[in-house]
């Protein structure tokens, strides 16, 4: 049985509220707004118990982090064939929205929020670097992901990257519906399954460098090859599920039901 790590609540909107985005840009394919929670969630096969570390293969993480610039739903009509994208109706989300995969904890500015009814093809997210011009400490200042932890020797490694990339959920095929309910609250989850950000990855390879720390640093300038593993893994571990219990919880049987998959933008 899989269990999930979420971060707490990112979205929430309620019925008829205003919230954080604009759905009047470009207009809507259908005229009614839907109360709607999506919540960010990390999950594995298996989870060690304590929720501020996890076992990844044979590598310790106590740290994976990643800044969404912009979150934004595309209608169905406009992943047809012969549809015009730009301008096309859609609900955006400006960031930077800092979220932790390993500690829940709610995001500003993204607790309400009102998505329009109706059928969806994708939702496209963008990596972007963290820039605090105040001169924040934060430690995802200059960085879009972050990852931390050790390999099973002990020593340690950081990931971390400054790349502004964007990459979607999507399902041109059948697409996604989102409806109002006045019996419950819509909650959809953006899953990333942290297995898949290593797969292909031996931080006890011959050829890893160690400084002399010592620590495993992958980044531009430090084990490059790695670093572009992972980021690319990133964006293919998302998936999109619905809580069709109506527990606010991503149990394994609607793992099993994905609504849209991770992919590169074309």
Not at 125 to 131: I, S
Request: net charge negative; with cysteine; glycine share 10%.
């Amino acid at each position: 049985m899989r269990r999930f790590l979420s971060v707490a609540l990112l979205f929430s909107a309620l019925t008829g509220c205003t919230g954080g985005g604009d759905p009047s840009t470009g207009g809507t394919e259908t005229g009614n707004t839907s109360g709607l929670a999506i919540r960010v969630v990390g999950y594995q096969s298996s989870l060690a118990a304590n929720p501020a570390a996890l076992t990844v293969g044979d590598l310790s993480v106590t740290t994976a982090k990643v800044v969404l610039d912009r979150i934004r739903f595309r209608p169905f009509s406009a992943c047809q064939d012969g549809a015009e994208d730009e301008g096309a109706a859609d609900v955006r989300f400006d960031g930077p929205f800092v979220v932790d995969l390993l500690n829940p904890g709610p995001l500003n500015d993204l607790e309400d929020i009102i998505v329009p009814n109706g059928l969806y093809c994708r939702i496209e997210l963008v990596l972007k670097k963290f820039e605090d011009e105040g001169g924040s400490s934060d430690p995802m200042n200059g960085k879009s992901v972050l990852i931390e932890g050790a390999r099973n020797d002990g020593v340690p490694f950081q990931m971390v990257t400054e790349i502004d990339e964007e990459f979607e959920l999507e399902n041109e095929t059948t697409g996604f519906s989102i409806e109002a309910s006045d019996n419950f609250l819509q909650v959809f989850f953006i899953a990333f399954d942290l297995d898949q950000w290593f797969a292909g990855v031996d931080l006890n390879a011959p050829g890893v460098e160690i400084s002399g720390a010592p620590v495993i640093l992958i980044s531009d300038a430090s084990n490059e090859t790695i670093q572009e593993t992972i980021e690319e893994n990133l964006k293919f571990s998302s998936d999109l599920f619905k809580d069709s219990d109506h527990n606010e919880t991503l149990d394994p049987e609607e793992q099993e039901d994905s609504l849209a998959h991770g992919a590169s933008v074309p």
